[in-house]
């Protein structure tokens, strides 16, 4: 839902919000966002879309780590970087809370120790808060994912780009994963990066 959003910088705000509401109306409950989507322009635009609609139509998730085009200054994982990350996009959802909070491509950590020991606590902190001061929280059971392993094309049919850090393992599962989907739903199952999402340099994901 967010694709027009992140894809188009100049996709008319207007256009993507009446899709949005659309969207919801029609049936769909599940809202994907990050920072790093429009460098906060998919959260700014989504926040405005979701205002008056009633929070327990839909589920929204979104992300830390990812923030900039520079691979320099591209991932932060540290404890007020992931503090002020969650703050920035409650304030451009125009929420209270969220329903998932995702550590972005986990992958390019320099370290797991990062990972274990800032941001994965300080997200465990702020649930706990979330919890204690909102019985929506509560009543949704909010808790912390990790989902970057599986992105980066490597559900495509086509499968990774060879810059791709995930283990053989994980590769070979995702691509058992994508033949399934391939042969039973009769349609490809694809995880796309946009080229223009990508720093200077780097190749685009075959999709």
């Excluded at 520079?70 to 404890?79: A, G, H, I, K, L």
Aim: glycine fraction near 6%.
């Amino acid at each position: 839902m967010t694709d027009c959003i992140n894809a188009q910088r100049d996709y008319p705000e207007e256009d993507a919000i009446a899709t949005v509401r659309e969207a919801i109306r029609k049936g769909t409950n599940y809202i994907d966002t990050a920072p790093f989507y429009g460098l906060g322009r998919s959260e700014e635009v989504l926040g405005k879309a979701l205002k008056g609609i009633p929070r327990q139509a839909y589920y929204i998730a979104t992300k830390v780590a990812c923030y900039t085009m520079d691979p320099r200054t591209m991932f932060d994982f540290s404890v007020q970087k992931t503090r002020e990350s969650v703050a920035k996009s409650l304030e451009l959802l125009q929420l209270d809370y969220v329903d998932v909070i995702q550590v972005h491509d986990v992958e390019f950590a320099l370290n797991l120790d990062i990972i274990i020991q800032e941001t994965l606590p300080v997200l465990q902190e702020l649930v706990a808060k979330a919890r204690r001061g909102s019985s929506a929280s509560r009543e949704k059971g909010v808790g912390v994912i990790c989902v970057a392993g599986t992105a980066m094309a490597l559900l495509s049919s086509a499968g990774p780009q060879l810059w791709q850090p995930a283990s053989q393992e994980l590769q070979d599962v995702c691509r058992a994963a994508a033949d399934y989907c391939k042969v039973r739903i009769e349609s490809r199952l694809a995880v796309i990066m946009f080229p223009g999402h990508l720093p200077a340099g780097w190749p685009a994901a075959r999709h």
